[in-house]
């Protein structure tokens, strides 16, 4: 036996597997311990890396399980002293160093999706649980006991930093281990050191254990569980051969990506090695939805989720990248996704393999926030809670991607991510809307600036104090004038001597050149007085209209005056007239007509998003 790591306390013989433990001088038999079980793992015993410049070795290793498949965590020791772990899970590298005790902290206090803040930092806590040492090898820091079940929580927080609280068989004051979420590459073990992968060749052509039927896996090296395609039965592989779990209820309906189909998606080629059909249900009513899972040697699993002719690419997202406002809105990489639905997902039928052991029946709580084309999706079990980010696909995508020869199903309703198609249109006809309500505003300037503004007349009346109501009597005709051009015509009426009363004035405008008359009327009224809820006062003493394009020539206004022959007193009026103003008509015109179209567009879009949110079990 030999201790080469200055940190070691503990060193499993390579021949027999005995635990040896070192006190002082003295050396103890802590019994044996399981051998190594082979995985997927490319890491080994003696391999050397380099993190952050500084060089280490790995020098221990354990294998732990829960009871669903032994998982692998690697004791490392660095030249300058530190020592540190490397745990994977699915694929993934997590390097950690021990931060000390934590002293208060309670099992029973930490949840699945809570947010702790621990250590100057904020996390989010997605795993709670147990396992068991049941092989090791190597020389490792401490005894090892492979009939403790120690618990532990796993819990990430922003930018791939990782923390894990190891409560060993306490319930309270757990070791702390910070670290990162890490790329075999970034470990910097050259390839020459790395394991090669383990692949089990006797499980890639099997056949059930039930009716027999040959089975094809996919990705037997990283697989759980098996469901028949041909009984239904679920198989566990998780002891490198097949065993009979229970026979499920297969599948009513084949797959739309066939098991085994390969496809290409954010740059990747995946084969598709599962999959699942689940449901919620709402008032009585069920809601069926599918799931494909995908799987790369490099970038591990994905899925591709199908519901109503609708289609979302969905990625593992660690929890700690999401900054989560429960039942209000989630927030990712600068954007808002807003609550959509939250329910009861029910797994009601599985078909290929999986990572982890699915059953049919089994439930969890989803979550999903929506910032179209993309959410943000969660899944929560009492121990556990994962994160997808999805992005939304036409059914077209999917079918060219995967080289399928049926046509998919047509999009049926509207999906909580789907893009808004009106909303492309939006922005477009504002930005056209902008162009020529400024063309329209130019060209009101120009017309503007051309326009003459000329006071031809001023003429005030006198109506003689005999004179009656509407009658020649009333009447006044003004001195010539020459318009030179041809324009529009204002014309302005106002009295100061209305109390109570009113006066209309009937005015002509005479060309005196061809005898045509273009005519008009202004009634000007007041009245006032008091009443319980104090004074009041309507009407006004002058009003004004425009009057169509005159041609040029010489005018003579004629007016005639009509009012209330039983109010007394004197009256009098005054009448401007002003050629060629700039005229506001034909611009509030352009003006509606241009705002129609994007009123439309914002109407349709409006009506796409009121039809969205109609699905939606939230209530603002």
Known sequence: MEFTAGSAQVVVCGHCNTVVARSGDTFEDHGKIGRIVPTDSPLQVGAEGRFQRKGYRIVGHLQKDHGAGPWDEWYVEFDDGRTGWISESEGAFHLLFDAGLEEGLTLEELHPGERLHLRDKAWVIEERGHGKVVSAEGQLPSDVDPTQDAWYVDATGPKGSFLTLDFGTRGHDPEVFLGEALKLEQLGIPAGQLRPRVRKVELKQ??????????????????????????????????????????????????????????????????????????????????????????????????????????????????????????????HDDRRYKAFQHVTAVTDRVQGEFYWEVRAGETAKATEYVAPPYSVNSDATPDEISFTHAEYLKPDVVKEAFKLKDPLPEPSGIAPNQPNPHKQALRSTLVWTALWLLGLFLLSGFFAMRATNKVVLEQPVVVPPEAFSGTPTAMNFSEPFLLE????????????????????????????????????????????????????????????????ALPPGRYVLRTTASFDPAVSGPRSYKVTLTHDTPNGGWFCCAFILILLGPAWVLFRSHGFETQRWAESNFVD
């Open 485 to 548: 051009k041809r324009g529009n015509m204002k014309v302005e009426v106002a009295t100061g001597q209305l109390n109570n009363t009113w006066m209309g004035i009937q005015g002509d405008l005479v060309n005196q050149d061809t005898g045509a008359v273009v005519g008009f009327y202004e009634e000007l009224s007041y009245y006032s007085g008091q009443d319980s809820d104090g004074s009041w006062s309507e009407g006004s003493t002058s009003g004004s209209s425009t009057l169509s």
């Open 206 to 331: 099997a056949r059930c254990t039930n009716c027999n039927g040959p089975l094809e896996l996919r990705a037997p090296d990283k697989s759980l569980r098996v469901a028949c395609p041909y009984c239904g039965a679920l198989l566990d592989v998780s002891q490198g051969k097949l065993s009979f779990l229970r026979l499920l209820q297969k599948p009513a309906n084949a797959p739309l990506v066939p098991l085994g189909t390969k496809g290409k998606l954010d740059g990747t080629e995946w084969i598709c090695i599962g999959y699942l059909e689940r449901s919620t249900t709402v008032e009585g009513v069920r809601y069926p939805w599918s799931e494909y899972l995908l799987y790369n040697r490099e970038r591990g699993f994905t899925w591709l989720m199908h519901s109503n002719g609708h289609w979302n690419f969905l990625k593992p997202l660690p929890a700690g990248d999401v900054s989560l406002s429960p039942m209000v809105a989630a927030f």
